[in-house]
């Protein structure tokens, strides 16, 4: 069974940096697409920045120029490094992989349990 976890989320003042990570354990499966999203109180979970298997990103045009997302194959990790933080960043960050079996083909989205970033003085 794959669980994706997080770790790396914390309180930071406004202009400061955090390196969220998400790894996936487990055995037997490929990884395609990885994602972070995030979800402020009361407002809808937004897609905060993607990375293909092959290395190809996207961002939300709020995060462009602060935020970069990287991976690391062998290690079936996800990174978001945050730099320049905002208080309207602060929202609780999950990761996402459309992940398979290499025995069958059974793509689909998986979810990390999710990890607090508070910007705020």
């Known amino acids: 069974q794959v669980q994706l976890v997080e770790s790396g989320g914390g309180l930071v003042q406004p202009g400061g940096s955090l390196r969220l990570s998400c790894a996936a354990s487990?055995?037997?499966?490929?990884?395609?697409?990885m994602r972070w999203y995030r979800q402020a109180p009361g407002k809808q979970r937004e897609l905060v920045a993607s990375?293909?298997?092959?290395?190809?990103?996207n961002y939300v045009d709020s995060v462009k120029g602060r935020f970069t997302i990287s991976r690391d194959n062998p290690k079936n990790t996800v990174y978001l490094q945050m730099n320049s933080l905002k208080p309207e960043d602060t929202a609780v960050y999950y990761c996402?992989?459309?992940?398979?079996?290499?025995?069958?083909?059974?793509?689909?989205?998986?979810w990390g349990q999710g990890t607090q970033v508070t910007v705020s003085s």
């Open positions: 996402n992989a459309d992940i398979t079996s290499k025995v069958k083909y059974d793509l689909r989205p998986y």
């Open positions: 487990g055995s037997g499966f490929n990884i395609y697409a």
């Open positions: 990375i293909s298997n092959s290395g190809s990103t």
